[in-house]
């Protein structure tokens, strides 16, 4: 299959992780917009089913699956930003809701793990898999920040972040190899954005907005990325098996990283990158119990 001119890779993939970092920064500094936004967005669910841009088990559930959690994320921003009063904002604003959204990341890897294994991906699937059992542990560090514009921050690690990238990066290029350009758009934008920002605790949340809006833009407008971006012609069987091979390769010496950090106690400063982030940690931790 012949693929589009070079030139317009560049320009529409550039472009689009330019607007995904000013998405993160505005959405991150206006959480009621971005509330209504998301809300907005799960309403248009009859021109999914309309035009078609959410087809399958695994669409339906993926798609699902961000936009219903990105509603009651901004919900529990919006609660800890303006310290609202009640039982229910009171529950939302409690320690442990953090397990909420360690269980929803837990649950978008182990979808794709599911659909890799399916497309006969064994070995990026077991990536996948070690990827969910290294997930930091919640809520010891996850939280919300107790300064505004209150940010969800999760202390992945810098090599954690880069497996979770190439990973669902493979899966995506056997999954779906038309719209592979596009996931590398909003996988670079959640990479670059905490290194501008200097706050590499926010990778989790740039993921969450950059992926819930390719999600939310494929389901009701399915034909702009393929007129853009389409990448079926990229797609390699051999690049395939290697790169999952690679990614199985590299995640295995992290998972035993993993765990002697969590043996010896040494997670407390290594997942936080120092002693920096400890403190900033040590805020969040003064959340409700």
Not at 18 to 34: A, E, N
Not at 49 to 61: A, C, D, L
Not at 190 to 196: F, S
Not at 199 to 211: F, M
Request: net charge positive; proline share 4%.
């Amino acid at each position: 299959m012949v693929g589009l001119p070079w030139w317009q890779y560049v320009i529409s993939m550039s472009g689009f992780i330019i607007f995904l970092l000013l998405l993160i920064d505005f959405m991150r500094k206006h959480p009621k917009f971005t509330n209504l936004f998301w809300i907005a967005g799960l309403c248009t669910f009859p021109v999914w089913i309309i035009g078609g841009g959410v087809v399958g088990w695994f669409r339906w559930s993926k798609t699902l699956s961000m936009l219903l959690p990105i509603v009651f994320l901004s919900i529990c921003r919006i609660a800890h930003n303006e310290q609202k009063k009640g039982k229910m904002w009171g529950f939302i604003q409690k320690k442990n809701v953090i397990w909420f959204f360690y269980a929803i990341l837990f649950l978008n890897i182990m979808e794709a793990t599911i659909k890799d294994v399916t497309l006969g991906n064994y070995l990026n699937a077991l990536c996948g898999f070690l990827l969910c059992v290294t997930i930091p542990f919640a809520p010891k560090f996850w939280g919300f920040t107790a300064e505004k514009p209150t940010d969800l921050v999760s202390y992945t690690t810098v090599s954690w972040n880069f497996l979770y990238t190439t990973w669902n990066a493979c899966f995506v290029f056997a999954e779906s190899p038309k719209g592979f350009a596009s996931t590398c758009c909003i996988l670079i934008a959640a990479e670059l954005y905490p290194i501008i920002k200097k706050r590499p605790e926010l990778y989790i949340i740039s993921r969450v907005y950059t992926l819930a809006f390719l999600l939310l833009l494929k389901a009701c407008l399915p034909n702009v990325i393929p007129t853009l971006m389409e990448s079926s012609s990229w797609y390699n069987s051999q690049v395939l098996y290697y790169w999952g091979l690679a990614n199985f390769i590299i995640i295995v010496p992290y998972v035993f990283w993993h765990t002697w950090q969590l043996h010896t106690g040494k997670c407390d400063v290594s997942f936080r990158r120092g002693k920096i982030n400890k403190i900033k940690i040590d805020k969040v931790e003064e959340l409700k119990v």
